[in-house]
Nanobody
């Protein structure tokens, strides 16, 4: 099992920046990918950025050029640097980690952190 704890959300004005952090513990050696998702009221949860272990990162079109995902393996932490924030970025942001055991993928989620961007 993997436990994820997020931090770094808050209220920021449009054009501002925030950095989210997600610390992983537990079976971290079995993690195949980590990423960030978000969910705005009335919307489905959507992928923001993903970082497969040993693979290339990918981003939602809406955040390309503004958000950067990074990972510090020594600290078992993944970050999401968010610049040039827009009101439409307002959502609850969730950290995600996937593990693969045999042919089964398990998905783990953090508790979520609120990001609010005011206009």
């Amino acid at each position: 099992q993997v436990q994820l704890v997020e931090s770094g959300g808050g209220l920021v004005q449009a054009g501002g920046s925030l950095r989210l952090s997600c610390s992983a513990s537990g079976s971290i050696n079995s993690i195949s990918a980590m990423g960030w998702y978000r969910q705005a009221p009335g919307n489905q949860r959507e992928l923001v950025a993903a970082m497969p272990t040993g693979g290339s990162t990918n981003y939602a079109d809406s955040v390309k050029g503004r958000f950067t995902i990074s990972r510090d393996n020594a600290k078992n932490t993944v970050y999401l640097q968010m610049n040039s924030l827009k009101p439409e970025d307002t959502a609850v942001y969730y950290c995600n980690a996937n593990t693969i055991t045999g042919a089964t993928m398990f998905r783990y989620w953090g508790q979520g952190t609120q990001v609010t961007v005011s206009s």
